[in-house]
């Protein structure tokens, strides 16, 4: 490794990307802490600075794949005397949590990149459900990176939920690690803490409320990250709303994600799924930053669309994507697993064949 990149090793860098390393003469090596928009958040061996994709950049990559996510790594021209770096490379991926975009594109969301585990979070209470932790675990070996699940809330349930949940999980033939933890009572928290690896990049998905965030302020040991309380019936609001990588005092580095439905708004705001930037325009003057546009007081898209200003079918069809944005790239990803196997299974039928 290059002597300037050693610092960079606390980081997660280290030979596989030293040899892919494909910097220009004036670039340095950093890393994405956070994406918004055109402007990114890098981390090098000297702290955190902001910094642009340079145009010639922009006019030689289209996909969102792309284009620099949390997580990536990337070369970059910064002068001591510069407010903002210019980013001319971005370095190859060793792996990446991604979701199809809709349609057929060849598009793809990407959650994050280069990330070591996918802790998949589930709450035991309202929200388990083995359906859909086995698409999340497809995703994220489809992907590259190593799943562990998660289960928070124990507080909430009785001893005897979680067994059979942790039973059901087993018999599923789920073979990732499965941790268990409260936030209130901090059972479990060392476990998880054990479980974070210095220089490793751990990324948390699952559903809103969930408390992915509280996790990580956990471990933080201060209320870094915004968090929010859940309705009476245990469903989720969405209260983060943009990725961020962030390096705990253990050295490990954490990845927070807005709660999986969000992605689809996420995307459309970024221009991934531009044709409803219309509705994005509407919902920055809602009363509310969290707000669904589904009855929320001060909702300036219900208000467009009662105005007749914005249109009903517009608003549903939005509305609809949102709603089924939350799986179906996932269970796209899935599809293509199983069109894997079908095609590994014709291979071998026809062997038999041959040797019959
Ligand atoms: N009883 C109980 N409540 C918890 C626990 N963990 C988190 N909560 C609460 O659950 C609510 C949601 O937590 P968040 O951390 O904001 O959830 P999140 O997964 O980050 O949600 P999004 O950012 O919307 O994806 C908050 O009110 C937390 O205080 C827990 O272990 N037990
Ligand atoms: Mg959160
Ligand atoms: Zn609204």
Not at 321 to 340: A, G, I, P
Request: charged residues 25%.
């Amino acid at each position: 490794m290059k002597s300037q990149h050693i610092d960079l090793a606390r980081l997660g860098w280290d030979e596989w990307f030293e040899e892919r390393e494909k910097c220009g003469p004036a670039d340095t090596v950093a890393r994405v802490a956070a994406v918004d928009r055109d402007l990114l958040l890098l981390m090098d061996q000297t702290g955190t600075f902001r910094a642009k994709l340079a145009g010639s950049y922009l006019y030689r990559h289209h996909l969102s794949q792309e284009l620099p996510c949390v997580g990536d790594w990337v070369g970059v021209e910064k002068q001591p005397t510069d407010d903002f770096g210019l980013v001319h490379t971005l370095f190859e991926r060793r792996t990446a949590l991604r979701r199809k975009s809709a349609g057929d594109s060849v598009e793809y969301q990407m959650i994050a990149a280069n990330v070591d585990y996918v802790i998949v979070v589930q709450s035991c209470h309202y929200d388990f459900n083995l359906k859909r932790l086995e698409r999340y675990l497809v995703m994220v070996r489809d992907g590259g990176a190593d799943p562990c699940v998660l289960l928070t809330k124990t507080d909430l349930v009785e001893p005897e939920v979680l067994a059979s949940q942790l039973a059901e999980i087993r018999a599923a033939g789920v073979t990732a690690p499965v941790l268990t933890l409260s936030n209130v009572t901090r059972e479990g928290i060392d476990d998880l803490k054990r479980t974070l690896l210095p220089a490793k990049t751990f990324c948390f998905v699952g559903s809103s409320g969930v408390g992915k965030s509280t996790i990580i302020n956990t471990l933080l040991g201060r209320e870094m990250l915004q968090t929010k309380g859940v309705s009476a019936t245990g469903e989720g609001r969405h209260t983060t709303v943009r990725r961020e990588l962030i390096v705990l005092e253990g050295g490990a580095l954490v990845i927070d994600n807005p709660g999986m439905r969000e992605f689809g708004i996420l995307g459309a705001e970024n221009g991934i799924g531009g044709s409803f930037s219309d509705i994005i325009g509407f919902a920055s003057g809602c009363r509310y930053m969290n707000c669904n546009h589904t009855g929320e007081p001060g909702c300036a898209v219900l208000e467009a669309v009662h105005s007749g200003t914005l249109s009903q079918e517009h608003y549903d069809n939005y509305i609809k994507l949102r709603e089924e944005s939350e799986f179906s790239q996932m269970s796209h990803v899935e599809k293509r697993k199983k069109d894997r196997d079908f095609g590994r299974y014709l291979k071998s039928a026809k062997k038999d064949l041959e040797n019959e």
